[in-house]
């Protein structure tokens, strides 16, 4: 069974860092693309980046470009999403999901809160 335990959420002031977990079980972590992906209240939800475990790809949203950093540790099949100058409009329930490409991530974890106060 696929498992998906995001954690890391809070309250920070803008400017701040926040680093996001997403611990996974139940699949064969390093076969898998894990991403975050993000919906504040009334908006679409967005995807944020992610990570192909097979070959280390990873793509990041523009409006993250440069402030988010991706990254995994196979040993304890859990991805990490490092988010440095955190702006109020980064405020939003955060997401991570698996799948067998970026593209297709099927599998949802629950979400965790990150609030960016001004």
């Known amino acids: 069974d696929v498992q998906l335990q995001a954690s890391g959420g809070g309250l920070v002031q803008a400017g701040g860092s926040l680093r996001l977990s997403c611990a996974a079980s139940?699949?064969?972590?390093?076969?898998?693309?894990v991403g975050w992906l993000r919906q504040a209240p009334g908006k679409e939800r967005q995807g944020v980046s992610c990570?192909?475990?097979?070959?280390?790809?990873?793509y990041y949203a523009d409006s993250v470009k440069g402030r988010f950093t991706i990254s995994s540790d196979n040993a304890k099949n859990t991805v990490y999403l490092q988010m440095n100058s955190l702006k109020p409009e980064d405020t939003a329930v955060y997401y991570c999901?698996?799948?067998?490409?970026?593209?297709?991530?099927?599998?949802w974890g629950q979400g965790t809160q990150v609030t960016v106060s001004s």
């Open positions: 999901a698996a799948g067998p490409t970026c593209l297709a991530l099927s599998r």
């Open positions: 139940g699949f064969t972590f390093g076969d898998y693309a």
């Open positions: 990570l192909r475990n097979r070959d280390g790809t990873t």
